[in-house]
């Protein structure tokens, strides 16, 4: 019981504070604090990766953190497990009783961390349910928001293709999967097969072979307003009424 372990009796209505991705040159942890950072988190994840996609963000960025914690660490640490016992009951539930209908939400936030790279969320949903998440630094350093929302839509095809092919295995699923993503200078680079303008030519062509799969009808790209790109909630921390409204679209209560 990770709660029980850390002694956490406190609450708190979000899983981290907007300086979730600040680094400073806090006290580093003794070696034994440094175990149980590296553990808790390694459980944290564990279960963000099936069941609570609302603490992802933050626990992933703290796994990159578990060879050199500090003091600042441990604090954002405690936090998440703060809100874990604040909300006990989320659960990720499939439906039988809902058309299957597989959908893809990806989305990026640009210049986010310390080194000026970006970040993406991506969340696959189907049946009512959370069939895939991640949300992750990505590795190189994007020059326009439509670049970096690029480089979370190639990840997000791929997990659509996957996503489709495994389908058609299991019960001959043949149709198109959506792509929602909320920038539209990225999806008529897209539709267009290459950059929009001098501002966006540097972009590697390695990106563009998203349309090949739009012209075999295997995916659909579709623009979707930023209230309701559910994969934002996996690109930065968020608070307040919007981190809620994402999470209790996604996420259900346990009765």
Same mark, same amino acid.
């Given at each position: 019981d990770i709660l029980k372990d850390m002694n956490i009796t406190d609450t708190v209505v979000t899983p981290a504070t907007n300086a979730l991705f600040e680094e400073n040159n806090d006290i580093l942890l003794d070696n034994t604090a440094k175990d149980i950072f590296h553990s808790t988190i390694?459980?944290?994840?564990?279960?963000?990766?099936?069941i609570r996609v609302d603490v992802l963000t933050a626990a992933n960025y703290l796994s990159s953190r578990v060879d050199c914690p500090n003091i600042q660490d441990w604090k954002k640490l405690i936090r998440i497990c703060k809100y874990l016992n604040n909300n006990k009951d989320k659960c990720n539930i499939f439906k039988n009783n809902v058309q299957l209908l597989?959908?893809?939400? &990806?989305?990026?936030?640009? %210049?986010? *961390?310390?080194?000026?790279?970006?970040?993406?969320?991506?969340?696959?949903?189907?049946?009512?349910?959370?069939?895939?998440?991640?949300?992750?630094k990505q590795h190189e350093i994007s020059k326009s928001s439509a670049e970096a929302e690029l480089i979370a839509?190639?990840?997000?095809?791929?997990?659509?293709?996957?996503?489709?092919?495994l389908l058609n295995e299991l019960i001959n699923y043949n149709?198109?999967?959506t792509i929602n993503i909320d920038n539209k200078s990225t999806i008529q680079m897209i539709n267009n097969n290459k950059p929009n303008h001098m501002r966006t030519k540097h972009i590697k062509m390695k990106y563009f072979w998203i349309k090949q799969y739009i012209? &075999?009808?295997?995916?659909? %790209?579709? *623009?979707?307003?930023?209230?309701?790109?559910?994969?934002?909630?996996?690109?930065?921390?968020?608070?307040?009424t919007r981190f809620k409204s994402l999470i209790n679209s996604i996420l259900y209560q346990r009765k």
């Open positions: 390694a459980k944290i994840m564990y279960i963000a990766r099936i597989p959908v893809v939400y &990806s989305d990026a936030s640009f %210049i986010i *961390h310390a080194d000026a790279t970006s970040r993406t969320g991506i969340i696959a949903c189907a049946a009512g349910g959370i069939l895939y998440a991640t949300s992750k839509a190639n990840q997000a095809v791929e997990i659509a293709i996957y996503i489709r092919n149709d198109k999967i012209d &075999s009808q295997e995916i659909t %790209i579709n *623009h979707v307003p930023t209230n309701f790109n559910y994969a934002d909630v996996l690109t930065k921390p968020l608070y307040g």
